[in-house]
């Protein structure tokens, strides 16, 4: 029957009792059925619920006593993640995904964990599996962001965090790790109108607060920057990122010793909120090289280089600092090691910037596995040396860097003690068991 | 439904980065320009260049830079060809020169022009020679002079390389090198006569005539930059499509031509420890660092640690790190374009200046006991000025006249686009004047040119006094636009000297030779050079303001010659060029 004619007759309906008993028994039957089709997803969900109430101990249990039950393993292994019990989430997380393979949700967090324990390749195969059972899946392609980050692909992160945020525009800690990518892509004018987007979505994030204090700093915007960081210290006056990040502003805006002083002072309450800190102790040490005190530097920037080994200013200040102090032999030695850094980290961005141009330009792929070999960045490595087997399986410097990879691994295996009970082959070049 | 993993920030808590590598700005002070005093006009006779007519001996130190180059007929445009967005190729300009190649006294311009495309082996004749006439005023003498320059061309440096009294050529660009012997006014291109290699893929930058091995004849230090691959022509950028930058190719090793003599030179850059093969190399400047006669070479090098080659009688060893002027303070490989030497803080040593990249402080390197040097960016009050500028021609130039080097320093993006992806940058962009306060410090005067909106996209730029009245002048070289000549114009000139030396046992063109006059003010250095600042040539000359100094009596100067002489001058009266001929051959 047509709305028009319903609505032409409206006193019909309720003129007789026979269509108004019909209309009962269809309005019944069709909440019976109702009820049939959506009680078992209403069931699923209270369940569901009911299992992220509890606490790991209770999910234990529960795991226990139902092994087929996939909600509560996928439950207990996130509580095992969050308790960084990360070897044993992955473990729950592949028998969840043995009995329901397409379940993004445990795709992603497994790429998430083995990104965590720096098992790259793993995470990449995961997180890209994730996105074929849900395409628009944005918090995978954050991690997949994430994980460029840390196999030193910054550009490729930005362009993953991008599409993270574009998807889900809303996700303050997307949001902020794409203003961080944008900051190492020395992209300033976006990570600001990103910080200043998280701030305008949540006006009390601090870690915001500070990567815009520290992108309006490069910027040159001095007086932006300052006021933010001391927002962000007005809220907790011992944060040591912000206190360290105005440290290094004051520190590089001095002309005066008096200034040089200030920048000291605030650098100093930085490393005793945050003894590690690497930021601090670096800045502390340009403080000392200013103010002609060689030995004094030398200490902090060899603090600051056992903090971050990969820190290029604390080695190169620490060599030039060696040198001022007379110990002319170990500060050269010093400054050769960086000058190789340097050069290396150029063409690994040369090389990373050929990659995003074209995923597929193997020999660039290969180049850069060398490179983390060379390095010891041997999960990068595999990482790399795994998408090369995959796109140019009959490449020519493959076979060579697998054997390499192979022997720094059995060397990195006898210098460290057994991590028994990984799941997962011990195999570097292993992929992990497809769902 | 998210599960907290989902949410976890992974590696922005796991990796501690080096936070920033900038700093900010804007601390504009505005002191000065103002007036224009009559041009003076150029005077010059035999030896002794008598001085213009002076207004008056005060000593405020006021002057004015007024863009002079339609009114003086340096009628100049730089081209480079037309792509949007502009390559790498295209983006990096051309140098200039100050030079007297007609030996009358007064100074002629030269300026470096590409061509319309960078990837056809010849170009349109582009680059200009400016003949300054008896009036002051230039004409273009380009076609005269037998300069027909079908390279793509770029930088420039001047020296009499054959020892016969006349300023000789030398033509970097891309593709190919050039050349050019003086005639006496008309120029010849030696270029395969001499030696000079022609390399596929070659990319010439700086250079600078040098006698790096002290035998009395000059010999030729070229950088090269990076080997461009045509396939790769533009990269990202954020989301945009722009030239790419150096690191994006391979680096090109540097090349060193030892003057043989007969007009011959053999490429010697690998044996001698010369070739710098990582360096992306730009700017050119070779100086005497540790004050032994031995001239030192420096290259700014693009993303890639500067190079200091010190000079051990003759061959060379890069000690760029540890002298501590190859890096930032952060350690960072900064994109090094133009450099300059000069001693800003009259303690007889001389110091470094490099210019980088946008959201990169200009480079201030004070010598502190060689081969050491120490980062006064900041601390000097150059880092704050420059870091939202992209540097790249610079010169130490006095031009207050108060006696202490201040600094100039052309600034232009390389991204024609730049605008598409940020909000700070800009592809035109003001230059930056930074007056030498003293005690090693430096302020911005605010407008970098003779008129504080006129932005350009600098690149070459070099320093010379053209009207030969002790306020020393500036030439830029601009990208695709129009070249600009801002005459000195003091509003209260200060007394002051000149010096123009003639080499005999050592080069004629006495590059090398380190000129000092010390006044009851303090010791002033000066070094006879060729190339220098962004692939370009200063004044040959060696220009001194004496500040608050009027007596000549209280004059001492002195020249130690590259030969290793030295030899006294004694001052009868100032604000005059001396032409001083080496003693004893």
């Known amino acids: 029957m047509s709305r028009s004619r319903r609505a032409a007759s409206p006193g019909s309906v309720r003129s007789g009792p026979a269509p108004k008993r019909w209309l009962w028994w269809m309005f019944a039957a069709a909440l019976a059925a109702g009820a049939a089709f959506y009680a078992p997803q209403i069931s699923h969900a209270v369940h569901r619920d009911r299992l992220k109430q509890m606490s790991e101990e209770r999910l234990r249990v529960e795991v226990s006593a139902r092994p087929a039950d996939v909600d509560a393993r996928y439950q207990f292994a996130l509580a095992l993640g969050r308790s960084g019990q990360h070897l044993d989430a992955i473990r729950e997380l592949l028998t969840v995904l043995q009995r329901d393979p397409l379940r993004p949700e445990a795709l992603n967090d497994l790429g998430a964990l083995y990104l965590l324990e720096g098992r790259y390749y793993e995470s990449l195969v995961s997180l890209r599996q994730a996105l074929a059972a849900r395409p628009n899946y944005a918090l995978a392609y954050a991690n997949l962001g994430r994980l460029h980050v840390a196999t030193k692909m910054p550009f490729t992160a930005a362009r993953e965090l991008q599409r993270a945020v574009e998807l889900d525009p809303n996700n303050i800690d997307s949001l902020i790790d794409l203003g961080e990518a944008y900051q190492r892509t020395l992209n300033y004018s976006q990570a600001r109108q990103t910080y200043e987007r998280v701030l305008k979505l949540r006006p009390n994030s601090q870690r915001a607060r500070i990567g815009l204090g520290k992108t309006l700093f490069s910027l040159a915007d001095y007086a932006g920057a300052e006021s933010t960081l001391r927002q962000v210290l007005a809220a907790n006056p011992s944060d040591a990122s912000a206190l360290s990040s105005l440290g290094r502003l004051k520190l590089e805006t001095a002309t005066t010793d008096e200034q040089l002083q200030a920048a000291r002072d605030l650098l100093r309450q930085a490393v005793r909120s945050d003894a590690a800190d690497p930021e601090g102790w670096y800045d502390l040490g340009r403080v000392a090289v200013k103010q002609r005190k060689p030995a004094q530097a030398v200490e902090f920037f060899r603090r600051a280089t056992q903090l971050s080994p990969d820190h290029p200013g604390a080695h190169y200040q620490l060599g030039m600092s060696l040198q001022l102090a007379g110990k002319e032999a170990e500060g050269r030695r010093v400054l050769a090691e960086f000058r190789m850094t340097s050069l290396r980290s150029r063409e690994q961005g040369q090389l990373e910037e050929q990659l995003y141009q074209n995923p597929k330009d193997w020999d660039a792929m290969a180049r850069l596995a060398e490179i983390d070999l060379e390095t010891g960045q041997l999960p990068i490595a595999a990482l790399r040396c795994q998408q090369l087997g995959q796109g140019a399986p009959t490449h020519p410097k493959l076979p060579g860097l697998i054997a390499q990879l192979a022997r720094k691994n059995a060397a990195a295996a006898t210098s460290r003690p057994s991590a028994s009970g990984s799941p997962g082959s011990t195999n570097p070049l292993s992929a992990p068991p497809s769902p | 439904m998210n599960s907290p993993l989902q949410q976890f920030s992974l590696t922005a808590h796991r990796v501690r980065r080096n936070h920033f590598a900038g700093l900010c700005v804007l601390s504009a002070t505005s002191a000065i320009l103002v007036g224009c005093g009559g041009r003076a006009k150029p005077e010059h006779s035999g030896s002794l260049l008598p001085p213009p007519a002076r207004t008056g001996g005060g000593a405020t130190g006021a002057f004015a830079l007024k863009d002079s180059a339609e009114a003086l007929g340096v009628r100049f445009k730089h081209s480079h060809g037309t792509s949007a967005p502009l390559t790498i190729v295209e983006t990096m300009g051309g140098g200039c020169a100050v030079l007297d190649f007609d030996g009358d006294g007064r100074m002629d311009l030269f300026f470096t022009s590409a061509g319309q495309d960078f990837k056809q082996e010849r170009q349109e004749p582009g680059s200009g020679l400016f003949r300054q006439t008896e009036s002051g005023s230039f004409e273009n003498v380009t076609a005269a002079a037998g300069l027909t320059i079908d390279t793509y061309a770029m930088g ?10 006349r300023s000789d050529l030398f033509v970097t660009g891309f593709g190919r090198n050039q050349l050019f012997h003086n005639l006496g006014g008309r120029f010849e291109d030696v270029t395969t006569t001499a030696g000079i290699l022609h390399r596929p893929g070659q990319w010439g930058t700086g250079c600078s005539f040098v006698d790096i091995d002290r035998d009395g004849k000059l010999d030729l230090y070229v950088a090269n930059y990076v080997v461009y691959d045509p396939a790769v022509p533009l990269c990202r950028t954020s989301n945009t499509m722009t030239g790419c930058t150096p690191n994006r190719y391979k680096t090109q090793r540097n090349e060193l031509y030892r003057n043989l003599g007969g007009g011959r030179f053999e490429e010697c850059a690998i044996p001698r420890g010369a070739d710098d093969p990582s360096g992306a190399g730009l700017g050119v400047l070779s100086t005497d660092l540790n004050n032994d006669g031995w001239p030192e070479i420096l ?22 790190d540890m002298a501590g002027i190859a890096y930032g303070e952060t350690g960072a490989m900064r994109a090094g374009m133009g450099i300059d030497g000069g001693d800003y803080d009259g303690d007889g040593k001389m110091d470094i200046t490099i210019t980088n990249f946008f959201h990169e402080p200009n480079s201030l ?21 420059s870091i939202n500028r992209l540097g790249f021609g610079t010169v130490f130039v006095d031009l207050d006249q108060d006696g202490r080097p201040d600094l100039y320093a052309g600034n232009g993006h390389v991204f024609d686009n730049v605008h598409e992806f940020s909000d700070v940058a800009t592809f035109e962009q003001l230059d930056l004047v930074l007056l030498n306060q003293g005690r090693g410090k430096f302020q911005e005067i605010a407008g970098g040119g003779a008129q504080p909106s006129l932005k350009s996209v600098a690149r070459g730029v070099a320093a010379g006094d053209l009207n030969n009245d002790g306020a020393p002048d500036l030439v830029i070289n601009c990208l695709g636009r129009a070249a600009r000549v801002l005459m000195n114009q003091p509003t209260s000139p200060r007394h002051w000297l000149g010096v123009s030396l003639t080499g005999t046992r050592s080069n004629r063109s006495a590059i090398g030779a380190r000129v000092e006059v010390t006044t009851q003010e303090g010791l002033q250095v000066r070094e006879i050079r060729s190339g220098g600042s962004y692939c370009s040539q200063s004044d040959p000359r060696a220009l001194f303001g004496l500040g608050g100094t009027v007596d000549p009596a209280q004059v001492k100067l002195t020249v130690r010659w590259p030969g290793g002489n030295r030899q006294s001058v004694k001052l009868s009266r100032l604000d005059q060029y001396l032409q001083i001929t080496e003693e004893g051959r």
């Open chain 2, 156 to 165: 420039c440096c001047v020296g009499d390389y054959d020892n016969d009294g």
């Open chain 2, 299 to 320: 290259v700014a090098n693009d993303g890639t640690p500067n190079a200091l080659l010190q000079n051990v009688k003759g061959k060379f060893k890069n000690i760029g």
């Open chain 2, 365 to 385: 390197y004070r010598q502190r006991d060689f081969p050491f040097f120490e980062d006064h960016s900041y601390l000097s009050g150059v880092g704050t000025p």
